[in-house]
């Protein structure tokens, strides 16, 4: 069991979710030390167990050379994400896809798992228990698309959900005491989903400091039988 974590890297911590998972983190594991990471945003908050490294996440020359610093890692969370930026929005039809929106979104949404995963394996396979988690998003599910639209965003999570699938395959042989999940968090208030709120009712719009709790009661209870599925925040399981 992944239970109490003593090294704990999570990426994407200056994001909502992120930051909400770190504090949550800080307070639940009180011996794990936690390396966290930021990339446009500044520091956010400081904590004596507590390093950050400011990484752009597209960069897998940034990334190797940040893993060079880790001997050993217990959890590995990605948090970061991209939806809507100075490159673009979510398009409401195909008249509006760009390759370089479409293109950025993988870049944010999809390698970076990838790359985290292969660059922290070593470090990871030290543990007794690892866990590489990332947030993904329900729209990545291919089962449970209704609505269409946002073909940069539900592209490139599926296509996260088939790398985390696919790392899950290769860890019960690289890794076999390990767990890969892919997480939904629901639609949380932060920064990313702001211009996209007004459709959804208040009671399903949730506090990230909410979500951070319910995702590391999921994750506490994880077990290598469990790897490779994809989890909503309530312990659901989605279709791929
Ligand atoms: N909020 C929701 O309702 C919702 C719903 C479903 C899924 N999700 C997913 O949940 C995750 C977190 O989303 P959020 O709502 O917390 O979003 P957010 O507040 O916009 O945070 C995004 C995070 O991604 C980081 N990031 C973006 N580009 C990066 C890059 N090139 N290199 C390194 N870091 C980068 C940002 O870092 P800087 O700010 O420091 O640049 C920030 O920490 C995302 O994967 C998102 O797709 C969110």
Redesign the pocket.
Known sequence: MPANPDTIVI?????????ALLEHLLERFGDAEIRA?????EIPMHHERLTWQR????SADEIEAWSADFHHIDWLL??????HGDIGIPEKSVRAVDNNFSLESF???TL?TLLLAKYFSAALKRSNAPLLA??????GSIEDNRLGGWYS?RMS?AALNMALKTLSIEWRHSHPRGCIAAL??????????RPYQANIAPQNLFQ?SYTACMFVDLLTQLDPAQSGNFWAWDGTRIPW
């Open positions: 990426t994407g911590a200056s994001g909502g979710l992120g930051r990471t930021h990339y446009r945003s990484l752009d996440l597209r990605n948090c970061a994400g991209y939806l870049r944010i949404n970076p990332s947030i993904s998003a329900r729209v965003y999570k939904h968090p629901g639609t949380n208030d932060t920064a990313l989903s990230p």
